[in-house]
């Protein structure tokens, strides 16, 4: 019964007693560190969140750089590669030569045909001025001829009046003498006369009938002569008006014999010159300075006019191109500094942002997609953005295009 009572009792006591403090609060300090930790991890956290938001990067980056394709520009055979692969090379320095003696012969080839043109031009330039002066005398000549015939018509027509004078002269003295002579018959029938008288009558008419028909005879010959003389200055004016023009047209077809001789003449200088500057082609120059690379020709090979025999790779100009999401250009613009990291040499270098693409990388490719299909799906594109370094990083010239790195883009306050 006691022992009951007793257990009672300490139930009592343990209902009305206070409860002792459990857990972190029964430990201040560590309840104060763990609010400082709490306090501190959310300062560094802003921090941080603040930092990640502070820039852009990618890993979809490499480094670029030009690269010279080094060509033959004329066909031949290779005599002499003068340079190997990874060999550093300046600008001028002799790389290949191709055999010479095919394009100094087509020099020497070409020289000749020049000096045949330039003879012929040399022999063609003189008869334009013979020929001026040779239709001027033509001209000259006819005009003479000319004058000639018109004064041998003028003459002929005066000995055509004339003769016609004389024809009217002698039938006159005809019909004078036919008049007398009948009077005269009269006379010697009457025997008034002596008969002697009348046959002097008698042949002085029959020699004035004559005398008609002479003159008629010459005036018609006289005639004959004024139309001679016709068709002569008829003959005369045709060949002056030849003369006169055919002069410039003659004259100006030896001109052009003169300019077609000169053209050819050109002609040939001008396949000279280009068979001269073909055999300056024959040695193959660095483009810049550089790194070889990529030969693919050897001594003894021919290589055809256009066609690439090996790389030359400078290195004091390389830029990076980095592949950035479409989604991470929003606070991106050319000019803000760039950190990027060479995975190479485990370095960062110093740079800023130059340019952006005129296109995504997608659209740029071989194959652009084509989302007019039907079943377009809709992905992040890259846009390629241009970094630049800064110069002054890279004396030794370790940066190397198609190296990969990794740019980190500081963007501006927000």
């Known amino acids: 019964m006691a022992e009951a009572q007793v257990e009672e009792l300490k139930k009592d006591e343990q209902k009305t007693a206070p409860r002792k403090a459990t857990g972190i609060r029964a430990h201040p300090i560590k309840f104060a560190v763990f609010l400082i930790f709490l306090v501190v991890a959310g300062i560094y956290g802003m921090r941080y969140w603040t930092y990640l938001d502070s820039y852009e990067s990618t890993d979809d980056a490499q480094i670029d750089g030009d690269i010279y394709p080094v060509t033959s520009r004329i066909s031949g055979t290779i005599k002499t590669i003068y340079v190997e692969d990874n060999q550093t090379v300046k600008k001028g320095d002799l790389l290949a030569e191709i ?20 003879s ?12 001026a002066q040779t239709t001027e005398t033509s001209v000259a000549s006819s005009g003479s001829d000319l004058a000639n015939a018109q004064a041998q018509l003028a003459a002929a027509r005066k000995d055509y009046d004339s003769a016609n004078a004389d024809i009217r002269s002698a039938e006159a003295d005809s019909a004078k003498a036919q008049a007398d002579l009948v009077r005269y018959k009269q006379l010697v029938a009457k025997d008034e006369i002596s008969r002697q008288q009348y046959d002097q009558a008698e042949a002085a008419a029959k020699s004035a009938a004559a005398q008609v028909e002479v003159k008629r005879a010459t005036a018609e010959a006289d005639e004959q002569n004024v139309r001679a003389a016709q068709a002569r200055v008829q003959q005369a004016v045709t060949r ?9 047209q003659q004259i100006a077809l030896q001109n052009a014999l003169v300019q077609a001789r000169e053209a050819t003449a050109q002609v040939q200088r001008t396949k000279l010159e280009e068979a001269e500057l073909n055999l300056t082609y024959v040695k193959i120059f660095a483009p810049i300075d550089g790194v070889i690379g990529k030969k693919s020709v050897a001594s003894g090979e021919h290589v055809t006019a256009g066609q690439q025999i090996m790389l030359d790779i400078p290195l004091n100009n390389p830029w990076v191109t980095a592949d950035f999401k479409e989604t991470q250009l ?12 060479v995975d190479a040499y485990d370095r960062d270098y110093e740079g800023y942002v130059d340019d952006f693409s005129g296109a995504s990388g997608a659209r740029l490719s071989l194959l652009p997609p084509e989302n007019a299909t039907g079943n377009y799906v809709k992905v992040v594109q890259r846009v390629p953005v241009r970094i630049k370094f800064k110069p002054g990083q890279d004396p030794n010239h370790l940066l190397r295009p198609g190296m990969s790195v990794d740019p980190k883009v500081w963007l501006d306050s927000k």
Request: charged share 25%.
């Open 99 to 118: 055999d010479p003696r095919d394009y100094e012969v087509a020099v020497e080839q070409a020289k000749a045909e020049l000096n045949e043109s330039q």
């Open 120 to 131: 012929q031009v040399t022999a063609a330039r003189p008869n334009v001025p013979i020929t």
């Open 240 to 248: 002056q008006s030849e003369a006169t023009n055919n002069r410039p």
């Open 330 to 341: 929003k606070m991106m613009h050319p000019g803000q500094r760039v950190t990027i990291h």
